[in-house]
């Protein structure tokens, strides 16, 4: 009896240390992505700070440049699909 409840208390042991130690690399995954996160914010804040400084026109020509930008991105993409599709 005595061997069999050290058996499991051992058992126990090593599920508790997988336990620690999968908690522990858990908590290394939300330390990075919490420092890329802030990064991302402070880049954005920049930003932010930087357009701000803008006139209203300098800002619209920004803003409907960006958005040619991304449109031509999506249909060269959607160009390529298509073009896969049928071949």
Known sequence: ????????????LLEF???KTKLQE???E???VKEKINEVKEQAIARL???AGYSKERAMNELFAKLEEQSAEELMSRKLKLD???H
Request: proline share 0%.
């Open 26 to 28: 858990k908590i290394e």
């Open 1 to 12: 009896r005595v061997e069999q409840r050290e058996n499991m208390f051992d058992k126990q």
């Open 84 to 86: 896969n599709g049928n």
């Open 30 to 32: 939300v330390k990075t």
């Open 17 to 19: 240390e997988e336990r």
């Open 49 to 51: 700070q930087e357009v």
